[in-house]
């Protein structure tokens, strides 16, 4: 480990991260989204808020550790696994229904009229 990294209390690890990762991810991801910042404060503002509105659904979970994942997920913009097994559920219906021998003569049929 670096001695800076040694030298960093918690709140100051915590401030690097929030400063260094956390809002930029916050902000490219709004801006992917169409929603720009005017300042840095309003940009801390809108973190806060999201972080709020994570931590305000997530009171009836006792994992901090769970709530602070998911929280960073929705700011990276990378699937939780709630939503990754949802997706996942999801195509395991499509792959049932697609074994249906009614949809698969609709694509076949579908397929032979477009050649």
Known sequence: MSEQAQQLT???AQLVLLQDVAMPAFVEKCAALGLNFESTEQAVMGYETVRMINASAAAGSTDLIKAAHSDLCSAMG???????????????????????????SALTALAAGNK
């Open 10 to 12: 918690p709140e100051q």
């Open 78 to 104: 990378v699937p939780t696994e709630e939503e990754q097994q949802a997706t996942e559920q999801a195509q395991q219906q499509a792959g049932q229904q697609a074994q249906s021998g009614r949809i698969q």
